[in-house]
């Protein structure tokens, strides 16, 4: 595949705590549209590998490309920029208790756009229409089962068009019917605008339901188990 198709690119990443190693020179790209599943085992480090793809901590070692840019290179101000393209979905959906569902998709665009208030309402309720979660609008995060926390961080995650989005656990506390559901929505979503995903996740069942390619994390080290993209090394 062309360069340019890469969208996440990992190069000899090694990162640890308190002087222990936990990854060892992983290598791992991610082209743009695809679904990529990351598995691993409890403690095995899946969460710490996505802060360090979008640069809430930084690689003892090693190159993480985003969108073609090295951001363990760049200043603050330019990782800032960069993660206007990256969504984000939490395990809980990270929603803030305080504020309605409406109001926590709209978060984003008031924080990082100048756009009217009708018009953050209006892309606010587009995404969540998106999601399949219209009617809650007005609902606070406490009143909402777990899928739909889930989905409105997907809203939220999608409300600036990023083109990769990264996912932490979504399927967690989901039984298989709304595990499916949720599966359902994010192939839909990457066949509808080509957005690129990457699901972390313990399910090997859920992953290989749902990816292009899966690789699992195991004794610090990234290995692929399934799937090659067609033109790739």
């Known amino acids: 595949m062309e360069q340019s198709s890469i969208t996440l690119s990992i190069e000899n990443v090694t990162f640890g705590f308190n002087g222990k190693e936990l990854f060892k020179g ?39 490309g985003i969108n073609g840019i090295d951001i363990t290179t760049v200043s603050f101000q330019q990782l800032n920029k960069i993660r206007l393209r990256i969504g984000f979905v939490f395990q809980d959906g990270g929603l803030i208790s305080n504020m309605t569902l409406l109001d926590n998709v709209a978060l984003p665009l008031r924080y990082h756009t100048a756009l009217h208030e009708e018009a953050v309402m209006g892309i606010a309720e587009r995404r969540l229409s998106l999601v399949e979660i219209s009617g809650y609008e007005e609902y606070f995060p406490a009143q909402l089962s777990m899928e739909c926390k889930t989905r409105a961080g997907l809203a939220r995650a999608l409300v600036l068009d990023p083109n990769l989005i990264f996912y932490d656990e979504p399927t967690a506390g989901l039984d298989e019917d709304k ?3 949720l599966l359902r929505l994010i192939k839909r979503l990457r066949d509808e605008s080509g957005v690129t995903s990457v699901v972390v996740s313990h399910d090997m069942d859920f992953a290989a339901r749902t990816a292009d390619r899966i690789a699992v994390i195991e004794d610090g080290r990234m290995k692929m188990v399934r799937g090659r993209v067609k033109g790739e090394g």
């Open 179 to 181: 595990s499916d559901s």
């Open 26 to 64: 992983i290598d791992l790209r991610v082209f743009q549209g695809e679904i990529f599943a990351i598995v691993g085992t409890s403690g095995s480090g899946t969460s710490t590998f996505l802060k360090l793809c979008v640069g809430l901590l930084k690689p003892w070692q090693g190159v993480i």
